[in-house]
């Protein structure tokens, strides 16, 4: 049993030093590491959330796929998926008001799914931030959310009425 706790330990404190090595310029900015989990029973997916005196930001694998979610601090203080927006979503968004909903082909490398990522985040860093510091960021959000919804939708109809439209968060 002790063997399986520090290798569960290990696994997520690597998972955590991949991160500041990618997302360096986070931390630079005052963001630190206020939760890390790994769980080997689920695919060894796992969570490492990133905190702010404003903002949030969600690492998560799920199934070998990485994404990057960021939210406002106060969505921390009840964490679902309402709170969040993933940044594959949020930069698209920002510059055109729309995006393109796909799933994106996924490289199984993960060190080249969090330089995509960093790459994504970085690039568009000041625009994501005056984003969400916006005093009408609530409406934008649940203008996101219904977008995201409608995409979905429209790209599975048979799904329609099912996964996200039941879900509150």
Known sequence: MIFCIFDKDRKINDVVKQIRKYFDFLYDRGFETTYKFYDRKAFGNWIVILRSEKYFIRFVQDRGAIFLQIGPRWGLQE???????????????????????????????????????????????????????????????????????????????????????????
């Not at 949020?90 to 995006?99: E, M, N």
């Not at 060190?111 to 916006?134: G, P, T, V």
């Open 79 to 169: 964490l679902k998926s309402s709170n969040l927006t993933d940044v594959d979503v949020l930069v698209p968004y920002i510059k055109t008001r729309d995006f393109d909903f796909h799933i994106r082909s996924i490289s199984e490398d993960k060190n080249e799914q969090l330089q995509r990522l960093r790459l994504l985040f970085l690039d568009n860093f000041d625009e994501i931030f005056a984003f969400m510091s916006r005093a009408n960021f609530d409406e934008e959000k649940t203008k996101i959310t219904r977008l995201v919804r409608e995409k979905f939708e429209s790209a599975y109809p048979s799904l329609k009425g099912n996964l996200l439209t039941r879900s509150k968060h």
